[in-house]
Every structure is written in C-alpha cells, then in structure tokens.
C-alpha cells in the first residue's frame, strides 16, 4: 500500500510532462502539414547519376 505514495506522484508527474510537451509541439507548429510529408515523395527531385 505504500508504493502507491510513490507511483501517484510519479504518474501525475509524467502526465503533466507529456501534456507541456504535447502543447508545446502544438504551439510550435508540429502538426500544421500532415499532408505535405506524404505527398513530399512522390516528387523526384534528385538529379540522375551519370
């Protein structure tokens, strides 16, 4: 029953780290462009090797 005292502040802890990081990706603009990664290969823009 003592461990409890332990991992309860750890995992609030842990989850509020992850939610100031997932905020702040949010804020920086990680996810403005979802398509464009998936789109970005299908041009070929490498020259060819001679």
Sequence with gaps: MSDFFYLIPISLVLGMVGLILFLWSLKNGQYEDLDGASE???Y???MPSQ
């Design 40 to 42: 970005r290969i299908l």
């Design 44 to 46: 070929d823009d490498d």
